[in-house]
């Protein structure tokens, strides 16, 4: 049966793939609030750990079409590297299926947590041709889609990562410490420092998660190391588990956990395991940062990129994908592939003298992304009326 829609019908209602991620949540806030979206809420998939949203039920639409039903739209952003690329395939018809429009957003043209791109470029190319519109974040990552697919793409830049509550007291409680804090982007005290620092030192940080496929660790951090300016000193935080499991007998990253514990014997360096942090946490701990080296190997946009804005931290870009198009400001920056001691001294000082961060304007931002998210849909929805053959008064979304 193909789905309809009538302008009275109340909230345009998004199945999006993932609902509950904070991508999602601060690029269609605005419009939810208005009551013009309703996001369906990820299914439940376990009582247990309630936020946990993969392996998104949604996705198996082809096998089990009640997943979509109460949708208008589908809207995928990611975590379909599970699904062979004929399973994806069939989750493109069954929602075409269903007379429901398709929106991708490409996040990642090569996936970072993945060693091999070739499969997931085939996945996303189906998603992408399949799709009624195709969302990216940067015009490099839009000109390499119409190069490999012959499909445009909207460009709709990255919003914030966090709210503004969260994020706004770090950053300026880390501007205040450097000397230049300017007003406050909301009517925010600035948080506690995170942790005494000798007077004149400075500290560049580097966040390795868990340690996953497209993160750098065994070539980076030696020479990262090696390539810290005077009175300056290296924290590399990584989750415990990680760590723990890197130096397991027959773990794939044994170089990982040697170069970590080769790094904790060194006075200028604090290897920092941490279990899994709340936003605020996380907050707390790069505020402590002068600089955030990103280590990813590969990849095509980054949060962490959006994260440093929102707390105004410079970052160390490493010159893959579109990362320093996404941050659109002068960056230090490095190739990840052979990274040189010089090369990242350079960039270390680059990022260590850098004039503070733009602030962003937080609202001003989320509401003419959600617009533009709002706009794409009521397109998607009336060329998907219009294949049918039914009037576009039929397909708006309630305003």
Do not use: K
């Not at 260590?352 to 962003?360: D, E, F, G, S, T």
């Amino acid at each position: 049966m193909t789905h309809s829609r009538s302008s009275s019908a109340g909230p345009l209602r998004i199945r999006s793939i993932p609902a509950g991620h904070d991508y999602v949540r601060h690029a269609l806030g605005p419009v939810t609030e208005r009551g013009d979206v309703a996001v369906l809420a990820d299914p439940l998939l376990d009582p247990a750990e309630p936020s946990r949203w993969w392996p998104h039920p949604a996705l198996e639409a082809a096998d089990r079409p009640e997943v979509l039903d109460g949708t208008d739209l589908v809207h995928v952003h990611f975590g379909y590297e599970h699904r062979s690329p004929a399973q994806v395939a069939e989750f493109v018809v069954a929602v075409r299926t269903r007379g429901m429009p398709l929106v991708v957003t490409v996040h990642d043209l090569t996936n970072p947590h993945e060693p091999d791109p070739a499969m997931h470029l085939e996945r996303t190319g189906i998603l992408v041709r399949g799709a009624d519109a195709v969302i990216t974040l940067t015009a490099g990552a839009a000109d390499e889609i119409r190069r490999r697919w012959g499909v445009g793409s909207r460009v709709i830049p990255h919003p914030r990562l966090m709210p503004v509550g969260v994020t706004e007291p770090h950053r300026l409680g880390r501007l205040g410490n450097a000397g230049h804090a300017g007003p406050p982007a909301q009517d925010e005290r600035p948080a506690e420092p995170p942790f005494a620092q000798p007077s004149g030192r400075r500290t560049v940080g580097v966040a390795l998660g868990s340690l996953r496929a497209g993160v750098a660790a065994e070539g980076l951090l030696p020479r990262l190391a090696d390539a810290l300016p005077s009175e300056t000193d290296l924290v590399v935080m990584v989750r415990s588990d990680a760590l723990a499991g890197a130096r397991a007998p027959g773990h794939t990253r044994p170089g990982a956990a040697h170069a970590l514990d080769t790094l904790a014997d060194l006075p200028d360096v604090e290897v920092r395991p941490h279990d899994l942090l709340t936003d605020d946490e996380l907050c707390r701990a790069l505020s402590g940062f002068d600089a955030l080296v990103l280590p990813h190997r590969h990849g095509t946009h980054s949060g962490w990129l959006e994260l440093c804005r929102d707390l105004g931290l410079p970052p160390v870009i490493p010159d893959v994908g579109y990362l320093i198009e996404q941050w659109g400001h002068p960056a230090a920056s490095y190739d990840p592939t052979e990274p040189t001691v010089d090369e990242l001294r350079r960039a270390l000082a680059g990022a260590l003298n850098a004039p503070p961060v733009p602030v962003r304007a937080a609202a001003a931002e989320d509401g003419a992304v959600a617009a533009a998210h709002a706009e794409l849909y009521r397109t998607a929805l009336a060329a998907v009326a219009s294949r049918r053959g039914v009037g576009s008064d039929h397909v708006s979304p309630g305003d």
